[in-house]
């Protein structure tokens, strides 16, 4: 059974650094993009990026510029980093898989709501 | 705003058959991307639903089931159970924005 637990602060300033972790148990998942999607209450979901165990990376073009993944092979962790936060930043953020071929995202994060806020 | 339309809410009685739309585009949907679905219940990890298009993971009941035509996509679920209460999301790609899009999300209510 895959897990994915994810941690971090949750408390930031503007203009400060997010800086999201997630585990992934379960070796099914190996092969697939470890993404990260966040949750602003007033405008859905949005896909933020992923990376593969490889280092093979995509970003959403709209967050790129403020935006580090990065992988742990030996830990099975992978990491999220936005700089330059703003309120606008203010979110739930997920961690999840995302199938390669299919392009669906079939196991979550609990989900971490970061706050960014003076 | 999301690139991926949805209602913001439906309701149904227990039992009743419910649907959801996802109206999206030639960049997404229309441009034969496929569609997935989510269940999502606030505090919680989000759930995959269906993917590509009419496909159920392991333990999803048959009661629900989706399609897709055109630019658009929808979700049914029939014989509706107090526990479908949650937000329901549609997912695609879209090829304009080179970025995986999700739907606005439907807030589904069991009267």
């Known amino acids: 059974q895959v897990r994915l637990v994810q941690w971090g602060a949750g408390l930031l300033k503007p203009s400060e650094t997010l800086s999201l972790t997630c585990a992934v148990y379960?070796?099914?998942?190996?092969?697939?993009?470890w993404s990260w999607i966040r949750q602003d209450p007033g405008k859905g979901l949005e896909w933020i990026g992923e990376?593969?165990?490889?280092?093979?990376?995509n970003y959403n073009p709209s967050l790129k510029s403020r935006l580090t993944i990065s992988v742990d092979t030996s830990k099975s962790h992978f990491s999220l980093k936005v700089s330059s936060l703003t309120a606008a930043d203010t979110a739930v953020y997920f961690c999840?898989?995302?199938?390669?071929?299919?392009?669906?995202?079939?196991?979550w994060g609990q989900g971490t709501l970061v706050t960014v806020s003076s | 705003q999301s690139l991926l339309t949805q209602p913001p809410s439906v309701s149904g009685a227990p039992g009743q058959r419910v649907t959801i739309s996802c109206s999206g585009s030639?960049?997404?949907?229309?441009?034969?991307?496929?569609v997935h679905w989510y269940q999502h219940l606030p505090g919680t990890a989000p759930k995959l639903l269906i993917h590509g298009n009419n496909n159920r993971p392991s333990g999803v009941p048959d009661r629900f089931s989706a399609s897709k035509s055109g630019t658009s996509a929808s979700l049914a679920i029939t014989g509706l159970q107090a526990n479908d209460e949650a937000d329901y999301y549609c997912?695609?790609?879209?090829?304009?924005?080179?970025?995986?899009?999700f739907g606005s999300g439907t807030q589904v209510t069991v009267l």
């Open positions: 997912q695609s790609y879209d090829s304009s924005l080179s970025s995986h899009v």
């Open positions: 030639s960049s997404n949907i229309g441009a034969d991307y496929d």
């Open positions: 379960g070796g099914s998942v190996r092969g697939h993009y």
């Open positions: 999840a898989t995302k199938e390669p071929l299919g392009h669906y995202f079939d196991y």
């Open positions: 990376i593969t165990l490889g280092g093979s990376l």
